[in-house]
C-alpha cells in the first residue's frame, strides 16, 4: 500500500499542517479525526489497514487530515468566541487547502467524500453541507449533529452555522439545497451500543428528509459500541457495498 506524507504551512491556520495519503487512485475519501486526534489516528486504529484492499485496487485514495478541536472547542483555556473563530479557520483551511490539494494529486472531476466518526462526523457533515459544490458526499458514523454538545453552554451566530442540526431545517438557498440534493452518498451511520447515541442520527437524518434531501440512516446492532472495532466495520462495509 502507497503512504505518503506531506505538509504544509496553513495561511487558514496560521501553522504547518500534515497529510497522510493513502493510495494511487480512486474517488478521494477526506478522514476528519476524532475529538483531539491527528492525522495518523485513523492509522494508529488500523481503520486504514481494514481498508487496504480497495487502496491497492484503486478503488480509493484516502487523504487523512489533522484535527484542530485541542486549540478551539477541547480547549478549556480559551475564551468561546475563540473557539468559534478557531473552528471557522479550520473550515477555510479545508475549503481553501485541502480541497485543491486532493485536485492536485486526483484529478478534477474525481469524486470528494468526507467521513470521520464521533467529533469528526460532526464536523464532516457540517464540511460537505457548506459546500456541495466542492464534496460530493459523507459517510458520518456515530456522529451527534448538534454542535452545543461541544459548547459548553456558549451560543452565537458561529456556533449556530457551524450547528447542521439548528441551520438546516432554516436553509432556504436553493442551489445549496440542490446540490446537496444531488449527492447520493450521504450516510448516516450509528452503533446502538455503549456510547453511540442513535436517536441523534435519527432526529437529524428526520431534519434532512424535511429538506427534501436523499440520505441513508442505518442504525447498527447493540454490540456496536462507540469504539474502533464499530468503525472498522462500518467504513469497509461502505465502501464495499455503496461505491
Do not use: C
Amino acid at each position: 500500500m502507497k503512504r505518503e506524507l506531506s505538509s504544509w504551512y496553513s495561511p487558514s491556520l496560521a501553522k504547518d499542517m500534515p497529510v497522510a495519503v493513502y493510495g494511487d487512485y480512486g474517488f478521494a475519501l477526506l478522514l476528519v479525526p476524532t475529538a483531539a486526534a491527528d492525522y495518523l489516528e485513523y492509522e494508529r486504529f488500523q481503520l486504514i489497514d481494514s481498508l487496504k484492499d480497495f487502496i491497492n485496487a484503486g478503488k480509493v485514495k484516502i487523504f487523512s487530515i489533522n484535527s484542530i478541536n485541542n486549540e478551539s472547542w477541547l480547549n478549556n483555556e480559551m475564551i468561546p468566541e475563540h473557539k468559534a473563530i478557531r473552528h471557522n479557520q479550520f473550515n477555510n483551511y479545508v475549503f481553501d487547502e485541502v480541497i485543491p490539494f486532493i485536485k492536485t494529486n486526483t484529478s478534477g472531476e474525481t469524486d470528494i467524500i468526507i467521513s470521520g466518526a464521533s467529533f469528526g462526523a460532526l464536523h464532516s457533515m457540517n464540511l460537505f453541507l457548506k459546500r456541495p459544490d466542492l464534496i460530493n458526499g459523507t459517510i458520518a458514523m456515530s456522529g451527534v449533529y448538534d454542535l452545543t454538545e461541544y459548547t459548553k453552554g456558549f451560543w452565537d451566530e458561529q456556533v449556530y452555522f457551524n450547528s447542521p442540526q439548528h441551520y438546516i431545517p432554516n436553509l432556504d438557498d436553493e442551489n445549496i439545497l440542490n446540490n446537496i440534493r444531488k449527492s447520493n452518498h450521504i450516510h448516516i451511520l450509528s452503533g446502538s451500543g455503549s456510547y453511540e447515541d442513535p436517536d441523534a442520527s435519527r432526529k437529524f437524518a428526520g431534519i434532512l428528509d424535511s429538506k427534501g434531501i436523499n440520505y441513508e440512516l442505518d442504525i447498527w446492532g447493540e454490540d456496536m459500541k462507540h469504539d474502533w472495532p464499530t468503525w472498522r466495520a462500518m467504513l469497509p462495509h461502505y465502501l464495499g457495498t455503496r461505491f
